[in-house]
């Protein structure tokens, strides 16, 4: 048998019988959707959705009025957030749900106080914090989403080893449940 495109989600199949007869069955692949999970990123104070067609963003399970691209201005204070990612022919999946704690002028400033340095760095980097954020949570993943290190930020300066790592780009992740994201360059 041979399956042959015809338009968009429709296929005509080719077949033939046990008595050499053939003919054309016409079918669909609507409702064979085969999608990923979509995931939420947030740098600053802007949500991140991962590639898809389309978007349709949620704040406390309400609809966002217009919030239909990759990326979402954080505009409420706390609560969670979730998108609707679209990929085509009917397809759609639901992010895990994005916890937005404390945001506010102050907290923002709080959270945004956070340095990398240096930044393209050879062996190490410190990642400067304010006190608020001691304790929390740090990972180190790259460009394909994979962690290759994490640890605690242990104090306003916690300094993190890179030296064996490939030289590249790499995503630091601060905070365990409010999650920031950093561009970090290994030379």
């Given at each position: 048998s041979v399956n042959i495109p015809v338009s968009g989600n429709v296929y005509a199949g080719i077949y033939h019988d046990d008595f050499g007869c053939g003919f054309t069955q016409y079918f669909t692949t609507?409702?064979?959707?085969?999608?990923?999970?979509?995931?939420?990123?947030?740098?600053?104070?802007?949500?991140?959705?991962?590639?898809?067609?389309?978007?349709?963003?949620?704040?406390?399970?309400?609809?966002?009025?217009?919030?239909?691209?990759?990326?979402?201005?954080?505009?409420?204070?706390?609560?969670?957030?979730?998108?609707?990612?679209?990929?085509?022919?009917?397809?759609?999946n639901n992010s895990a749900s994005y916890a937005v704690v404390n945001l506010g002028v102050n907290d923002l400033a709080d959270l945004s106080s956070v340095i990398v340095s240096p930044n393209p760095a050879k062996d190490a980097f410190t990642i400067g914090v304010s006190m608020e954020l001691i304790g929390s949570g740090y990972s180190l993943s790259d460009l394909a989403g994979r962690s290759v290190l994490s640890g605690r930020l242990n104090s306003e300066a916690t300094k993190v080893s890179i030296s064996g790592l490939s030289s590249g780009i790499y995503l630091l992740h601060i905070g365990d449940q409010n999650r920031q994201s950093f561009k970090v360059v290994k030379n």
């Open positions: 609507l409702g064979e959707c085969q999608t990923t999970t979509p995931v939420i990123t947030r740098i600053g104070d802007t949500l991140y959705a991962s590639p898809a067609s389309g978007y349709q963003w949620y704040y406390n399970g309400h609809i966002i009025g217009g919030a239909t691209h990759a990326s979402y201005a954080i505009q409420h204070n706390n609560g969670n957030y979730t998108v609707v990612a679209d990929y085509g022919g009917g397809c759609t």
